[in-house]
């Protein structure tokens, strides 16, 4: 089945504890992005990256890092966690090649940091 | 920077009626696309309409693009029940087209 899986899907977590969120795709798809939602703000662009080795950011990178080793695999890092991080995030896929086209969506991860 | 701004935040219909959403955006795009989102779940892509397309219909669903106004509608006829969800419009600018930029959304309620 065509899907892009994030883990893990909840996770409560103490300000300062270095915590990855992963994102993997099984399309082969050659564009993955993160995305953050906040009530009132919408879907806020985190990072994107367009190929293996190549990431760009979005619109609200401040406290991310992400990689993309493999074409299949981009993580989110959050070195040092803030409140303010609380968030749901989703990882999206596309197989558009130089531009950001039709996303498929990861079912969120629900972060909580205290 | 949100590039979208829906309109209306939200709206209740009766099952059977037509629903529409508008979106407007800010500067020159690449393409528009429509997503659905049932409470908080992942999102699912339903049209993406390019710049130099006027109008895309998809079963149910028709969008418009007036690129002059900067504009979009979506266009849900005879509603269900199940088409019960938020709406977003999302923006790929040109010259930056790996960003994609959402609009805040319009909540859309289908009354049995």
């Known amino acids: 089945e065509a899907q892009v899986t994030q883990n893990p899907r909840y996770l409560i977590t103490v300000t300062g504890k270095k915590l990855t969120v992963t994102c993997s795709q099984n399309?082969?798809?050659?564009?993955m992005s993160w995305y953050r939602q906040d009530p009132g703000l919408g879907l806020r662009q985190i990072y994107y990256?367009?190929?293996?080795?190549?990431?760009d950011k979005g619109d609200v990178p401040e406290g991310y890092k992400v990689s993309r080793k493999e074409k299949r695999n981009f993580p989110l890092i959050l070195e040092s966690p803030s409140p303010n991080q609380t968030s749901l995030y989703f990882c999206?896929?596309?197989?558009?090649?130089?531009?950001?086209?039709?996303?498929?969506f990861g079912p969120g991860t629900r972060l909580t940091v205290t | 920077s949100q590039q979208g701004e829906e309109d209306p935040q939200a709206l209740s219909i009766q099952e059977g009626e037509n629903a529409t959403m508008n979106c407007s955006y800010k500067?020159?795009?690449?393409?528009l696309q429509w997503y659905r989102q049932n409470s908080g779940r992942g999102l699912v892509h339903l049209i993406l309409?390019?710049?130099?397309?006027r109008e895309k219909h998809s079963g149910r669903l028709r969008v418009t693009l007036d690129t002059s106004k900067k504009s979009s509608s979506l266009l849900i006829t005879a509603s269900r029940a199940a088409d019960t969800a938020s709406y977003f419009c999302?923006?790929?600018?040109?010259?930056?087209?790996?960003?994609?930029?959402f609009g805040q959304g319009t909540t859309l309620q289908v009354k049995p």
């Open positions: 999206a896929s596309s197989a558009f090649a130089g531009t950001a086209g039709e996303q498929y």
């Open positions: 399309m082969n798809h050659e564009y």
């Open positions: 990256s367009m190929n293996v080795e190549v990431t």
């Open positions: 500067t020159s795009i690449n393409n």
């Open positions: 309409i390019r710049s130099n397309e």
């Open positions: 999302a923006t790929v600018p040109i010259g930056n087209t790996g960003k994609l930029i």
